[in-house]
């Protein structure tokens, strides 16, 4: 009798239902990725560490790390014993200690107090890991990691999620890009939070490229269905989004990704809290250069909503200090996403040419008076 061929996704799906690498059949026949998937797998199945796994590569090229966790779609388990299996199984508990080191990682830097902050990972198509309620991010073992649907329904785990979950689904059905939340209050970033400040653009080239501009989300009650919209709907522009008066959030392809946004946002408002108190103006690169970062942004697969901007638009800073604004009349009208996309941060171009005929009035009422 023929053998019968397994791919990578029969091996996914396989380890989706609960299956073990032990426990595939063995009269098969594997395909390269197939094998790839299941050594991975396999690796994960002994507890190998918070590294990150390799994403294998022919013989002899570099090895590339792959944190991205990827399900089958439409497979996701169903029954209360199919949840249970693919809950506990190798690939969702070594998410589960990865989680867990994340948590302390935030901890350590001091990005959470108490207990706030928390971490989502989306495992399937209506599945998600979460932190659960009341607990310290710094202190986390792994079975006091939930299961939730997109609902916030809890589906397994002993402990209570997070009543802040909701914002992080939010984000989910508003990105579909999005992989894993990480949600934290660091010192520097909430002070701009609280002060109500939107860091400014176009200081740091690594910033420009791996967050962008930085959102804002209007107050709301956390863990309340209007901060979820508040927080979807400013996520679908923004990898990191300051929540005014409350804290971070951040998205990214994976946990590692969405916590390292969280790091990049705080230390980049350290560095220009810092740089604020220096006594010199902040120096900015050009439009130009910050027109580059945005397409090597764009590169990597993330979308950048200052694409169609005008190039003096986008090192515009006059929101975080007075007088750096977009000189260059508009010779056009503006294109919808600029409009739109600029409106909470920078002056509309119909408000610089009154501000433009405002000035030359001025200018033409103080020749008169020089001239009388
Ligand atoms: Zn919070």
Known sequence: MAKRVYTESDVRAHLAKGGSPASMPKDIILTPSARDRLREATGNARGASAAAPARATAPGEPILP??????PPGADPKTPDEIQAFFTSPPIEELKRRMCDIGRRMWEREYTDGN???LVVRVGDNLFLTTQTL???GFMSPETISLVDFEGKQLAGKYKRTSECMTHLAIFRNQPKARATCHAHPVHATAYAVAGVR????????????LGQIGIAEYQTPGTPANAKAVGEVAKDHHAVLMLNHGVITWGDHIEDAYWKMENTDSYCKTIWIAS????DLKTITGGQARELIELRKSLGMKDKRENWKECELCDNSEFRPGVICRNPSPS????????SSSSSSPSPSRNDESEVLVQRITDLIIEKLQA
């Open 116 to 118: 706030g902050g928390n």
């Open 135 to 137: 607990i310290s991010k």
């Open 66 to 71: 792959n944190y991205i966790f990827e399900w």
């Open 277 to 280: 108190q220096l006594g010199t």
């Open 199 to 210: 860091p400014p653009t176009c200081m740091i080239p690594e910033a420009e490229v791996f």
């Open 333 to 340: 009208p503006p294109s919808s996403s600029s409009s739109s």
